[in-house]
Nanobody, 123 residues
Framework: QVRLVESGGGLVQAGDSLRLSCTASARTFSVNRMAWFRRRPGKEPEFLAS????????SYRDAVKGRFAISRDNAQNGIYLQMNNLIPEDTAVYYC????????????????WGQGTQVTVSS
């Protein structure tokens, strides 16, 4: 079992930047890719970005390309999400996810989930 813990959320103003962190309790051979999702108020969870742990290959949701950047820290068994030029529509609970597969942006492609961290962007 892999436990994921997110941190770094908070209340910021529009235009600010924020970096989220996700740490996995252990590095296992069952995890080849990690990702960030978010759930905005009243909406379904949406994929934001993923990264493979071996090759560092990234994939992004079109809407956040250029503003958000995912990176990995294999030594710490974790990933980051750098979010720049935040807007109020980015207000959401942000979740870290991990899984064996290296393709797919749907929730079912990931096996492990964190509890989430709240990001609130004021206008």
């Amino acid at each position: 079992q892999v436990r994921l813990v997110e941190s770094g959320g908070g209340l910021v103003q529009a235009g600010d930047s924020l970096r989220l962190s996700c740490t996995a309790s252990a590095r296992t051979f069952s995890v080849n890719r990690m990702a960030w999702f978010r759930r905005r108020p009243g909406k379904e969870p949406e994929f934001l970005a993923s990264i493979t742990l071996a090759g560092g290959r990234t994939s992004y949701r079109d809407a956040v390309k250029g503003r958000f950047a995912i990176s990995r820290d294999n030594a710490q068994n974790g990933i980051y999400l750098q979010m720049n030029n935040l807007i109020p529509e980015d207000t959401a609970v942000y979740y870290c996810a991990a899984g064996r597969g290296v393709v797919g942006q749907q929730q079912s492609a990931f096996d492990y989930w964190g509890q989430g961290t709240q990001v609130t962007v004021s206008s």
